[in-house]
């Protein structure tokens, strides 16, 4: 299994241009998740998804889109770049949660984005 | 405001100390992750921990929670290079809501 994937593993935008960051995992997870990792700020979910064609807000939604039209991928969409959107996007899945928490959160390697 | 906070926010130890991260929450917690990061790369699972009072251990590294659920500590004995990193530590409130993350703890360990 090669788990969580994200491409690209860097990039340069222009403010005002528009990205899609690509995730894909192949373990079969019900459940993804973006998040943003500014330094020293810790991880900030931007979005996350229970299913396919299920996808809803996390703490810091704005200037991104996400849609789930497969289990396996979970693209995030930056469509008018700003510099505070500079950051470290990670992805990451799970498999649906029962009430023991017995499946932790697998995370992919992450996208550096840079907006100029 | 920030529901889990860690400290410290980092740390320098010497290679073969002790050393340990805590990790404090506002309110009760369902569920406690540690998580270890590589300076550029993803995160890496280390412990989960949920019932009060648990207490887990992976080769040098020891994860607590608190009776009270409010509270977890990391601690790694005999501290190597390989140990550095960020530390982070990430909680569920319910079984429904999404994980949470602390700001993180950078630790570097020096010869």
């Known amino acids: 299994n090669a788990g969580v994937t994200q491409t690209p593993k860097f990039r340069i935008l222009k403010i005002g241009q528009s990205m899609t960051l690509q995730c894909t995992q192949d373990?079969?997870?019900?459940?993804m998740y973006w998040y943003r990792q500014d330094p020293g700020m810790g991880l900030k979910l931007i979005y996350y998804?229970?299913?396919?064609?299920?996808?809803d807000k996390g703490e810091v939604p704005n200037g991104y889109n996400v849609s789930r039209s497969t289990t396996e991928d979970f693209p995030l969409r930056l469509e008018l770049a700003a510099p505070s959107q500079t950051s470290v996007y990670f992805c990451?899945?799970?498999?649906?949660?029962?009430?023991?928490?017995?499946?932790?959160?697998?995370f992919g390697p992450g996208t550096r984005l840079l907006v100029l | 405001s920030q529901e889990l906070e860690q400290s410290p926010q980092s740390l320098i130890v010497q290679e073969g100390k002790n050393l340990t991260i805590n990790c404090t929450s506002s309110?009760?917690?369902?569920?406690l992750y540690w998580y270890k990061q590589k300076y550029g790369e993803g995160l890496i699972f280390l412990m989960m921990?949920?019932?009060?009072?648990e207490e887990k251990s992976h080769e040098k590294i020891t994860a607590k929670l608190d009776e009270k659920k409010q509270q977890s500590s990391l601690h790694i004995t005999a501290s190597q290079p390989s140990h550095a990193g960020i530390y982070l530590c990430?909680?569920?409130?319910?079984?429904?809501?999404?994980?949470?993350f602390g700001k993180g703890t950078r630790l570097s360990v020096i010869a």
């Open positions: 990451a899945s799970s498999s649906m949660r029962g009430p023991f928490l017995q499946e932790t959160q697998y």
């Open positions: 373990m079969n997870h019900n459940y």
């Open positions: 998804s229970v299913g396919a064609g299920i996808t």
């Open positions: 309110k009760t917690l369902y569920g």
């Open positions: 921990l949920q019932k009060g009072g």
């Open positions: 990430g909680a569920y409130y319910s079984g429904n809501t999404p994980l949470v």
